[in-house]
């Protein structure tokens, strides 16, 4: 168990749906990133925050957004979903969101668009 | 943007057989991290060894940076350790990790 949490561990819905994934970051760790895993593009890295503010961001769709709350947990919100956006979604955690630390990963957000 | 190859793509195992996993990086990197995805799905951290060797049980690690490549030795294997393993590195001044394609392991009884 890595002390990261994401909650739903699975979510079914429908193309057009909006649908909000949470991340709760191990304790102590201010640092959260969101990563998309899907078969034809594998594992991708979406977006980061530090202390509440956007750090880096990659290839995240316009579609996409997130955000971290005061209590350092975090939530990415997906809207007009697409059959594509089916993916296994992790969050990461890591203390100071620094290049040289490790980034621990939560159990992941399986998403079916149908 | 640094890219990152493993090897074999697929392995096939007999429970106790030893194995070797190889990660190139086309860049110097600050970061690189070992997975393993269970068949759950979970990705669970093995490794964080930007250089240097680690051990953890049966399984080891090492980076030799300077020619930018790491392995991920796995002795004695078990059912247990099948999965895809993913290495994963991050380089320059960049947080986000770049993951490998993987390696799927199959460990037999």
């Known amino acids: 168990d890595s002390g990261v949490t994401q909650t739903p561990k699975h979510l079914i819905t429908a193309t057009g749906q909006r649908v909000t994934l949470r991340c709760s970051p191990r304790s102590g760790d201010l640092s959260v990133y969101w990563y998309q895993q899907s078969l034809d593009q594998g594992l991708q890295f979406l977006i980061q925050y530090y202390n509440g503010e956007e750090r880096a961001k990659g290839n995240i769709l316009e579609r996409f957004s997130a955000q971290q709350f005061p209590d350092l947990h975090s939530e990415l919100n997906l809207s007009s979903l697409e059959l594509g956006d089916s993916a296994l979604y992790f969050c990461?955690?890591?203390?100071?969101?620094?290049?040289?630390?490790?980034?621990?990963f939560g159990p992941g957000t399986r998403l079916l668009v149908l | 943007g640094i890219q990152v190859e493993q090897s074999p793509p697929d392995l096939i195992l007999q429970e106790g057989a030893n194995s070797t996993l190889r990660c190139n990086f086309s860049d110097s990197v600050n970061n690189l991290q070992w997975f393993h995805q269970n068949p759950w799905g979970q990705l669970i951290n093995l490794f964080y060894i930007p250089s240097g060797t680690k051990q953890n049980g049966r399984l080891s690690a090492t980076t030799v940076a300077t020619e930018r490549y790491s392995l991920l030795y796995i002795s004695s294997s078990q059912t247990t350790d099948s999965g895809v393993y993913f290495c994963?590195?991050?380089?320059?001044?960049?947080?986000?990790?770049?993951f490998g394609a993987g390696t799927r392991l199959a460990v037999h009884p």
């Open positions: 990461a955690s890591s203390v100071e969101g620094t290049p040289l630390e490790t980034q621990y």
């Open positions: 994963a590195a991050l380089s320059g001044g960049y947080n986000k990790l770049i």
